[in-house]
């Protein structure tokens, strides 16, 4: 019974292992012309919330308050501060909260753990 129990865990670690650098990977730097396409997208969208990672390491969280052909202006939710950024200075821009795919990954998670917990409640149960 514990050897069954134990090839599940082993064979779920395994399958596990494959989604490690998909989860844990880090994005490369936007291009400028994304960068634009992305806050247009967003402006038109009406989804101005946004979360900016600059190249320097800095972070800037706000609303798009207008685009201009060179940059953005970000006015700023606590302090209400207007910050001017250039495109090339973004190295990502997300929205705020968690994105669909995270939310997703998460929902399988949850999903594949009940399932692993009936399949181990129903391989002990078994022969009562």
Excluded: C
């Excluded at 967003?42 to 201009?68: F, P």
Aim: proline letters at 2%.
């Amino acid at each position: 019974m514990t050897k069954r129990l134990l090839t599940l865990a082993i064979a779920f670690a395994i399958l596990m292992t494959f989604f490690g650098p998909a989860v844990q990977g880090k994005k490369k730097d936007e291009t400028p012309d994304k960068v634009k396409t992305e806050v247009e997208t967003r402006l038109r969208k009406k989804e101005e919330h946004v979360k900016v990672k600059l190249r320097n390491g800095s972070q800037v969280k706000g609303r798009i308050a207008q685009t201009s052909d060179n940059g953005f202006t970000v006015v700023e939710d606590k302090s209400g501060s207007r910050t001017d950024i250039a495109y090339a200075d973004v190295s990502n821009v997300e929205g705020r909260g968690m994105s669909k795919t995270k939310k997703t990954l998460i929902g399988v998670g949850i999903g594949a753990g009940a399932f692993i917990a009936l399949v181990a409640y129903a391989l002990t149960h078994y022969w009562d």
